[in-house]
């Protein structure tokens, strides 16, 4: 089994548990040791699952302003653990290479493998619901065929992205690339640089 074929595995498992429920504040079960990178895993996709059905919640038309305005910030601290858990997988394959002998030639990568494999979550998470979609009993046949079209995509897009990333994690164990993490530095969230929370005037 490849290393994409594991992620997809413990995605699609989180994916599934968290809709036995399918409730944005039902507790996590992370089945996994703390210490791990499945653990991370877990975690990373399960917190993308509930800010999916939040993202969904915060679009009803007839949402009370005040609700709305709650549930943006809990989603702006979900895209805060978000990146922190992207750092988190990234710091485990910083550790995991450090004695790798980087060829004189290597390459650097466009992201590292953690933002891949974020990449790669949020996939998991479109193909179960465009297949909830093709699975639908109320919609049309047009509905039907055109998410079916869509998934097919998705799935396409899946198994390229999921090689893409095997193959990065080949290279950078070989020397042949070399991974560099640098840590998002938002502002918005920081009371130091975001002038609204610092008491800038004008």
Not at 28 to 37: A, F, V, W
Not at 90 to 113: G, Q
Not at 175 to 183: E, F, P, T
Request: glycine fraction near 2%; aromatic fraction near 8%; proline fraction near 4%.
């Amino acid at each position: 089994m490849s290393n994409t074929q594991y992620y997809n595995e413990i995605f699609r498992h989180a994916i599934d548990d968290y809709h036995v429920t399918n409730d944005v504040d039902h507790p996590i079960s992370n089945p996994y040791d703390r210490d791990t990178l499945e653990n991370r895993l877990y975690l990373k996709c399960w917190i993308d699952t509930v800010q999916w059905h939040l993202e969904d919640i915060i679009r009803d038309p007839h949402i009370d302003p005040l609700d709305a305005l709650q549930l943006k910030r809990r989603i702006d601290r979900s895209n805060q653990d978000r990146t922190d858990l992207v750092e988190q997988i990234d710091s485990y394959y910083l550790h995991l290479y450090s004695d790798v002998n980087v060829l004189p030639d290597a390459r650097i990568n466009t992201e590292s493998p953690a933002w891949a494999i974020d990449r790669l979550s949020i996939l998991a998470l479109k193909i179960y619901h465009m297949q909830e979609q093709v699975e639908r009993q109320d919609a049309d046949t047009a509905h039907i065929e055109k998410c079916r079209s869509k998934l097919a995509v998705l799935l396409e897009q899946q198994k390229d992205l999921s090689t893409a990333i095997d193959q990065l994690l080949e290279d950078i164990s070989a020397g042949r690339k070399y991974m560099k993490v640098y840590k998002q530095m938002k502002m918005y969230n920081d009371p130091s640089t975001n002038p609204v929370l610092y008491g800038k005037k004008g």
